[in-house]
């Protein structure tokens, strides 16, 4: 028998195989968007998938205007801050952050769901959020995923 075929692959940095993905949130809810943005920025669907490595896609989410916010989370959801000075803690509600910038409620739904550490900082340089139906990265020719599919 061959013993090649009993060992254990680890990917690194170099073996690795990173793709881009596009994908559209137009009426997606955000967690469940998040969740699987997630997953293809940590290289959980691929077969090679090392827990401390980058191997992950690049993903790049359009039409983050058009997320979808289920029950009361428009007004009862609120995105805590710090000033760093005494008496610097500052919140605001989901509405008042995506009349700001559509796009920063995304992200941060899935920065939560990455790692707290260097490999998840590492890994969320791997996402771009636009607000609209257009983006910068025609010439990494994405490949469109659809997240109805995937269920």
Not at 32 to 39: T, Y
Not at 84 to 108: C, H, M, T
Request: hydrophobic share 35%; aromatic share 6%; with cysteine.
């Amino acid at each position: 028998m061959d013993t090649l075929s009993y060992k254990t692959v680890s990917a690194n940095k170099n073996t690795v195989n990173k793709e881009w993905v596009l994908v559209d949130a137009d009426g997606q809810a955000l967690g469940r968007l998040a969740s699987e943005v997630a997953k293809l920025l940590r290289g959980k669907h691929k077969p090679n998938f090392t827990p401390h490595v980058d191997c992950g896609d690049n993903v790049i989410i359009t039409n983050a205007a058009k997320i979808r916010l289920t029950g009361n989370k428009w007004e009862d959801k609120t995105y805590i801050r710090h000033t760093g000075y005494p008496g610097g803690q500052r919140s605001l509600n989901a509405s008042e952050l995506f009349a700001k910038d559509p796009a920063r409620i995304v992200e941060k739904a899935v920065k939560g769901m990455l790692p707290k550490n260097k490999l998840g900082a590492q890994l969320f340089r791997n996402l771009k959020v636009y607000a609209g139906a257009e983006h910068d990265q025609e010439a990494q020719k994405p490949k469109t995923i659809n997240l109805n599919d995937k269920k």
